[in-house]
C-alpha cells in the first residue's frame, strides 16, 4: 500500500511539472538575404521591423499582392516611405 501511494505521488510530480524551453526563443521572422531595387511606395500594404534577436536588422515590406521583401534599414527609399506611414 504504501509503495502504490508514494508512486502516485511520483506520478502526480511528473505530471505537475511543467517543461522550459532549453534555449532562446526562435524569432518569427528573420531576414538573411535583401532586394536590390526599389519598391514603388503606392505598392507597398505593409512594413515590419524583424524582431531584435534576428542577426541582421531589416524590416519585410509587403506589397498589395501579399509579396514580402526583405530590406535594409539602411536603404535610402525606405526612410522616405516610413516618414510618409
Not at 534576428?54 to 516611405?81: H, Q, R, Y
Request: proline share 8%.
Amino acid at each position: 500500500m504504501r509503495t502504490t501511494v508514494i508512486l502516485g505521488l511520483v506520478l502526480l510530480g511528473i505530471l505537475d511539472c511543467e517543461a522550459q524551453p532549453l534555449g532562446p526563443p526562435i524569432p518569427a521572422v528573420c531576414c538573411f538575404s535583401f532586394i536590390g531595387f526599389q519598391i514603388p511606395a503606392n505598392k507597398i500594404k505593409g512594413v515590419v521591423e524583424t524582431s531584435p534577436a534576428c542577426v541582421n536588422k531589416a524590416v519585410v515590406v509587403t506589397t498589395e499582392k501579399g509579396n514580402k521583401f526583405c530590406v535594409k534599414l539602411d536603404e535610402p527609399w525606405l526612410a522616405s516611405i516610413q516618414k510618409d506611414s
